[in-house]
């Protein structure tokens, strides 16, 4: 299995504009989270689905943030418009459904906003 | 307020040094997972506790689970150079234990 697959892996774009992250989870795992890493603020969870459905969305900034999960194997985080302060590394991840078992995470997209 | 406190923030030793990490919190949590990042990557899981008093080794690493499932430690025996990284503890609450939160991470660099 490939893991979790991130896309781009690297993004710059300029303040204004739209971006969208990509993910493919794990073949069979049915619980997918997004999560923001920097160095003030350190792994922050924005969102997570289990079986295609957002169950928690706390972790996501303002409204200019947006996730969506259309089918089991791919998920999408936009950020429209983007802002410098959103520069970080975002990560996927995905498990089996339950609290014990282990989370595989991607290699996450460094993005960054100027 | 971080739900998870992780101290020491960061940690220099020299090769051969035992060392242990701390993850501590208020809030009751029904397991607790340890993960190792290294730069350019994503965290990956060393281990998970279930159960209060719990200990489990992995090589020369020693994870402890608090009796009352509030608190976690990780000693590491004779660091190696390898050992370097970015560890960090999540915890996945009683109440809501579909999600797991993080700690901020212990810094751990390990000289040759």
């Known amino acids: 299995d490939a893991g979790v697959i991130q896309s781009p892996r690297h993004e710059v774009t300029e303040m204004g504009q739209e971006v969208t992250l990509r993910c493919k989870p794990i073949?069979?795992?049915?619980?997918l989270f997004w999560y923001r890493q920097t160095m003030m603020r350190g792994l922050e969870l924005l969102i997570y689905?289990?079986?295609?459905?957002?169950?928690?969305d706390s972790g996501m900034p303002e409204d200019r943030f947006s996730a969506k999960m259309p089918n089991a194997s791919f998920s999408t985080l936009k950020i429209q418009p983007s802002e410098p302060r959103d520069s970080a590394v975002y990560f996927c991840?995905?498990?089996?459904?339950?609290?014990?078992?282990?989370?595989?995470f991607g290699q996450g997209t460094r993005l960054t906003v100027v | 307020t971080q739900l998870l406190e992780q101290s020491p923030q960061f940690l220099s030793i020299q090769e051969g040094e035992n060392l242990t990490v701390y993850c501590n919190s208020s809030?009751?949590?029904?397991?607790l997972q340890w993960y190792r990042q290294e730069p350019g990557e994503g965290p990956v899981l060393l281990v998970t506790?279930?159960?209060?008093?719990e200990v489990k080794k992995l090589k020369r690493l020693t994870f402890q689970f608090g009796d009352a499932r509030k608190d976690s430690s990780l000693h590491i025996t004779a660091a190696q150079p390898g050992d370097t990284g970015l560890y960090l503890c999540?915890?996945?609450?009683?109440?809501?234990?579909?999600?797991?939160?993080f700690g901020d991470g212990t810094t751990l660099t390990v000289k040759p």
């Open positions: 991840a995905s498990r089996v459904q339950g609290a014990s078992t282990e989370a595989f």
């Open positions: 073949s069979g795992h049915n619980s």
């Open positions: 506790v279930v159960t209060g008093g």
């Open positions: 809030s009751v949590f029904s397991s």
């Open positions: 999540a915890g996945a609450l009683d109440t809501n234990a579909g999600k797991s939160t």
């Open positions: 689905f289990n079986n295609n459905v957002p169950i928690d």
